[in-house]
Nanobody
């Protein structure tokens, strides 16, 4: 079955950390570009971080220095380590894979940052 499944979301306090995981199945993960997006209530979905098949990463300015994207090709998993969380990081976080021009999305995981 071709799918992406996100996990690791939940409630965190400001300044806290969470690690999101996205497990891929049914795709050739090692050649896939992977990315994390987020969508807050009433806002458009935005790119948070991306990583190429070769391991090069890029980040939105709002999360640089706080979030780290990584991948484990042996396990077909992409991670998003989120540190120094802020209330404005509250959103549904989505994983996306891309092979050439074909995109696949996960269903998302909720992250809430609140005291």
């Amino acid at each position: 079955q071709v799918q992406l499944v996100e996990s690791g979301g939940g409630l965190a306090q400001p300044g806290g950390s969470l690690r999101l995981s996205c497990t891929a199945s049914g795709i050739i993960f090692r050649i896939s570009a992977m990315a994390w997006y987020r969508q807050a209530p009433g806002k458009q979905r935005e790119l948070v971080a991306s990583i190429t098949a070769g391991g090069s990463s890029d980040y939105a300015d709002s999360v640089k220095g706080r979030f780290t994207i990584s991948r484990d090709n042996a396990k077909n998993i992409v991670y998003l380590q989120m540190n120094s969380l802020k209330p404005e990081d509250t959103a549904v976080y989505y994983c996306k894979s891309r092979i050439v021009t074909k995109d696949l999305w996960g269903l998302g995981t909720q992250v809430t940052v609140s005291s």
